[in-house]
Protein backbone atom coordinates (compact mmCIF):
# COMPACT_ATOMS: atom_id res chain seq x y z
CA UNK A 1 0.00 0.00 0.00
CA UNK A 2 1.26 3.53 -0.89
CA UNK A 3 1.83 5.87 2.27
CA UNK A 4 0.77 9.18 2.39
CA UNK A 5 1.82 11.52 -0.31
CA UNK A 6 2.74 15.01 -0.11
CA UNK A 7 3.54 17.57 -2.77
CA UNK A 8 5.37 19.58 -3.46
CA UNK A 9 8.38 18.23 -1.61
CA UNK A 10 10.39 21.79 -1.42
CA UNK A 11 8.35 24.88 -2.08
CA UNK A 12 10.39 28.47 -2.09
CA UNK A 13 8.16 31.59 -3.09
CA UNK A 14 8.63 35.14 -1.93
CA UNK A 15 6.52 37.00 0.63
CA UNK A 16 3.05 37.70 -0.56
CA UNK A 17 2.62 34.63 -3.02
CA UNK A 18 0.29 32.13 -2.60
CA UNK A 19 1.38 28.76 -1.37
CA UNK A 20 -1.16 25.36 -2.15
CA UNK A 21 0.42 22.29 -0.20
CA UNK A 22 -1.44 19.09 -1.48
CA UNK A 23 -2.02 15.62 0.18
CA UNK A 24 -3.60 12.09 -0.82
CA UNK A 25 -4.14 9.95 2.72
CA UNK A 26 -3.53 6.44 2.61
CA UNK A 27 -6.57 4.49 1.11
CA UNK A 28 -9.29 3.69 3.36
CA UNK A 29 -8.43 6.01 6.19
CA UNK A 30 -11.04 8.60 7.91
CA UNK A 31 -8.65 11.19 9.42
CA UNK A 32 -6.47 13.45 8.05
CA UNK A 33 -4.20 16.23 9.71
CA UNK A 34 -2.39 19.08 8.78
CA UNK A 35 1.02 19.87 10.96
CA UNK A 36 3.62 22.29 11.35
CA UNK A 37 6.66 21.71 12.72
CA UNK A 38 9.50 24.80 13.45
CA UNK A 39 12.54 24.71 15.84
CA UNK A 40 11.25 26.90 18.01
CA UNK A 41 7.34 25.52 18.26
CA UNK A 42 8.07 21.97 17.66
CA UNK A 43 5.41 20.09 16.05
CA UNK A 44 1.72 21.10 16.28
CA UNK A 45 -1.17 20.54 14.86
CA UNK A 46 -3.22 22.95 12.63
CA UNK A 47 -6.23 21.13 11.42
CA UNK A 48 -7.52 17.87 11.27
CA UNK A 49 -10.84 16.39 8.97
CA UNK A 50 -13.05 13.21 9.55
CA UNK A 51 -14.78 11.90 6.86
CA UNK A 52 -13.64 15.10 4.91
CA UNK A 53 -15.02 17.27 7.40
CA UNK A 54 -13.01 19.63 9.04
CA UNK A 55 -13.27 18.89 13.28
CA UNK A 56 -10.60 21.08 14.58
CA UNK A 57 -9.37 23.91 13.55
CA UNK A 58 -8.39 25.79 16.65
CA UNK A 59 -4.20 24.86 15.85
CA UNK A 60 -4.38 27.31 12.42
CA UNK A 61 -2.81 29.93 13.02
CA UNK A 62 -4.86 32.64 11.09
CA UNK A 63 -7.22 33.65 8.75
CA UNK A 64 -4.29 33.68 5.86
CA UNK A 65 -4.11 29.76 6.49
CA UNK A 66 -7.31 27.43 4.59
CA UNK A 67 -7.59 23.93 4.44
CA UNK A 68 -10.10 21.98 2.02
CA UNK A 69 -10.92 18.13 1.75
CA UNK A 70 -12.71 17.88 -1.30
CA UNK A 71 -13.18 14.08 -1.50
CA UNK A 72 -11.39 11.20 0.84
CA UNK A 73 -8.23 11.47 -1.43
CA UNK A 74 -7.55 14.39 -1.36
CA UNK A 75 -6.74 17.64 0.71
CA UNK A 76 -5.15 21.12 0.09
CA UNK A 77 -3.39 23.81 3.00
CA UNK A 78 -3.41 26.97 1.55
CA UNK A 79 -1.31 30.02 2.66
CA UNK A 80 -2.25 33.57 0.47
CA UNK A 81 -0.33 35.48 1.10
CA UNK A 82 2.54 33.85 2.96
CA UNK A 83 5.31 35.56 4.96
CA UNK A 84 8.66 34.46 6.24
CA UNK A 85 7.05 33.16 9.43
CA UNK A 86 5.32 30.82 7.87
CA UNK A 87 8.55 29.16 7.00
CA UNK A 88 8.74 25.04 8.11
CA UNK A 89 7.91 21.82 7.37
CA UNK A 90 3.93 20.71 6.42
CA UNK A 91 3.15 17.44 7.50
CA UNK A 92 0.02 15.49 6.29
CA UNK A 93 -0.95 12.29 8.59
CA UNK A 94 -3.71 10.24 8.32
CA UNK A 95 -5.62 7.60 10.19
CA UNK A 96 -8.70 5.19 10.67
CA UNK A 97 -10.38 4.99 13.61
CA UNK A 98 -13.50 2.67 12.48
CA UNK A 99 -11.22 -0.10 13.93
CA UNK A 100 -11.00 0.86 17.84
CA UNK A 101 -7.94 2.27 19.51
CA UNK A 102 -4.52 0.86 18.65
CA UNK A 103 -5.54 1.15 14.66
CA UNK A 104 -5.77 4.57 15.14
CA UNK A 105 -2.17 5.20 14.38
CA UNK A 106 -1.14 8.44 12.48
CA UNK A 107 0.85 7.78 9.51
CA UNK A 108 2.86 10.57 8.08
CA UNK A 109 3.74 12.05 4.67
CA UNK A 110 7.26 12.99 4.06
CA UNK A 111 6.52 16.56 4.30
CA UNK A 112 6.77 19.67 2.50
CA UNK A 113 9.66 21.92 3.30
CA UNK A 114 7.97 25.25 2.79
CA UNK A 115 10.85 29.13 2.53
CA UNK A 116 9.22 31.85 1.89
CA UNK A 117 12.14 34.62 1.28
CA UNK B 1 -5.61 19.24 27.81
CA UNK B 2 -2.81 16.65 27.18
CA UNK B 3 0.61 17.43 27.93
CA UNK B 4 4.21 15.70 26.84
CA UNK B 5 7.71 16.15 28.62
CA UNK B 6 11.01 15.12 26.68
CA UNK B 7 13.71 16.03 29.53
CA UNK B 8 16.28 14.61 27.69
CA UNK B 9 17.59 16.95 24.54
CA UNK B 10 20.28 14.85 23.36
CA UNK B 11 21.37 11.32 24.09
CA UNK B 12 24.65 10.08 23.13
CA UNK B 13 25.22 5.69 23.44
CA UNK B 14 27.85 3.48 22.01
CA UNK B 15 26.53 1.49 19.56
CA UNK B 16 25.15 -1.65 20.74
CA UNK B 17 24.10 -0.86 24.12
CA UNK B 18 20.76 -0.16 24.94
CA UNK B 19 18.94 2.89 25.52
CA UNK B 20 15.77 4.53 27.33
CA UNK B 21 14.04 7.64 26.41
CA UNK B 22 12.12 9.61 28.53
CA UNK B 23 8.65 10.64 28.58
CA UNK B 24 6.16 11.74 30.94
CA UNK B 25 3.02 12.85 30.69
CA UNK B 26 -0.28 14.59 31.78
CA UNK B 27 -3.81 14.04 30.89
CA UNK B 28 -7.23 14.26 32.77
CA UNK B 29 -8.57 11.53 30.30
CA UNK B 30 -9.20 8.46 32.02
CA UNK B 31 -8.75 6.60 28.00
CA UNK B 32 -5.57 7.53 26.04
CA UNK B 33 -3.44 6.11 24.05
CA UNK B 34 0.83 7.15 23.36
CA UNK B 35 2.89 6.92 20.82
CA UNK B 36 6.20 7.42 19.59
CA UNK B 37 7.47 8.41 16.28
CA UNK B 38 11.49 8.30 14.99
CA UNK B 39 12.33 11.62 12.61
CA UNK B 40 15.98 10.22 10.92
CA UNK B 41 17.41 13.06 9.40
CA UNK B 42 16.30 12.70 6.02
CA UNK B 43 12.64 14.42 7.86
CA UNK B 44 10.25 11.64 7.34
CA UNK B 45 7.90 10.87 10.76
CA UNK B 46 7.95 7.09 11.12
CA UNK B 47 5.48 5.49 13.94
CA UNK B 48 7.55 3.00 15.81
CA UNK B 49 5.19 1.52 18.99
CA UNK B 50 1.69 2.52 21.11
CA UNK B 51 0.32 2.05 23.78
CA UNK B 52 -3.03 1.90 25.53
CA UNK B 53 -4.00 3.62 28.77
CA UNK B 54 -5.59 0.30 29.65
CA UNK B 55 -3.37 -2.09 28.12
CA UNK B 56 -2.04 -4.22 30.60
CA UNK B 57 1.17 -5.19 29.37
CA UNK B 58 3.69 -2.61 28.40
CA UNK B 59 4.18 -3.02 24.40
CA UNK B 60 6.60 -4.29 22.18
CA UNK B 61 7.39 -4.43 18.33
CA UNK B 62 10.78 -5.73 17.58
CA UNK B 63 13.49 -4.24 19.29
CA UNK B 64 11.76 -1.02 20.59
CA UNK B 65 9.43 -1.62 23.99
CA UNK B 66 7.52 0.68 25.96
CA UNK B 67 7.83 0.91 29.83
CA UNK B 68 4.78 2.55 30.97
CA UNK B 69 4.37 3.31 34.19
CA UNK B 70 0.49 4.69 34.38
CA UNK B 71 0.59 6.00 38.18
CA UNK B 72 3.66 7.89 37.76
CA UNK B 73 2.60 8.99 34.39
CA UNK B 74 5.27 7.56 31.81
CA UNK B 75 6.13 5.98 28.80
CA UNK B 76 9.51 5.41 28.63
CA UNK B 77 10.73 4.24 25.24
CA UNK B 78 13.45 1.29 25.48
CA UNK B 79 16.06 0.31 22.64
CA UNK B 80 17.86 -2.72 22.97
CA UNK B 81 20.95 -3.09 20.94
CA UNK B 82 21.49 0.04 19.65
CA UNK B 83 22.46 0.58 15.96
CA UNK B 84 24.12 2.85 13.90
CA UNK B 85 20.25 3.99 12.19
CA UNK B 86 19.04 4.56 15.53
CA UNK B 87 20.54 7.89 15.23
CA UNK B 88 17.60 10.39 14.63
CA UNK B 89 14.93 12.59 16.91
CA UNK B 90 12.58 10.87 18.98
CA UNK B 91 8.85 12.36 19.73
CA UNK B 92 6.68 11.06 22.03
CA UNK B 93 2.96 12.18 21.73
CA UNK B 94 -0.23 11.50 23.45
CA UNK B 95 -3.66 11.11 21.48
CA UNK B 96 -6.65 11.82 24.64
CA UNK B 97 -9.93 9.90 24.54
CA UNK B 98 -10.62 7.78 21.17
CA UNK B 99 -13.13 10.39 20.12
CA UNK B 100 -10.31 12.88 20.06
CA UNK B 101 -7.60 12.10 17.45
CA UNK B 102 -5.42 15.09 17.99
CA UNK B 103 -1.95 14.01 19.01
CA UNK B 104 0.29 16.41 21.12
CA UNK B 105 3.90 15.82 20.86
CA UNK B 106 6.69 16.08 23.56
CA UNK B 107 9.89 18.46 22.04
CA UNK B 108 12.09 15.63 21.33
CA UNK B 109 15.41 13.60 22.23
CA UNK B 110 17.62 13.83 19.50
CA UNK B 111 19.66 10.14 19.82
CA UNK B 112 23.03 9.61 18.53
CA UNK B 113 24.47 6.52 18.12
CA UNK B 114 28.60 6.10 18.33
CA UNK B 115 30.29 3.36 16.55
Known amino acids: DAGVIQSPRHEVTEMGQEVTLRCKPI?????LFWYRQTMMRGLELLIY????????DSGMPEDRFSAKMPNASFSTLKIQPSEPRDSAVYFC???????????????FGPGTRLTVL | AQKITQTQPGMFVQEKEAVTLDCTYD???????LFWYKQPSSGEMIFLIY??????QNATEGRYSLNFQKARKSANLVISASQLGDSAMYFC????????????FGQGTRLTINP
Open chain 1, 49 to 56: FNNNVPID
Open chain 2, 51 to 56: QGSYDE
Open chain 1, 27 to 31: SGHDY
Open chain 2, 27 to 33: TSDQSYG
Open chain 2, 93 to 104: AMRGWLGAQKLV
Open chain 1, 93 to 107: ASSFLAGGPRTDTQY
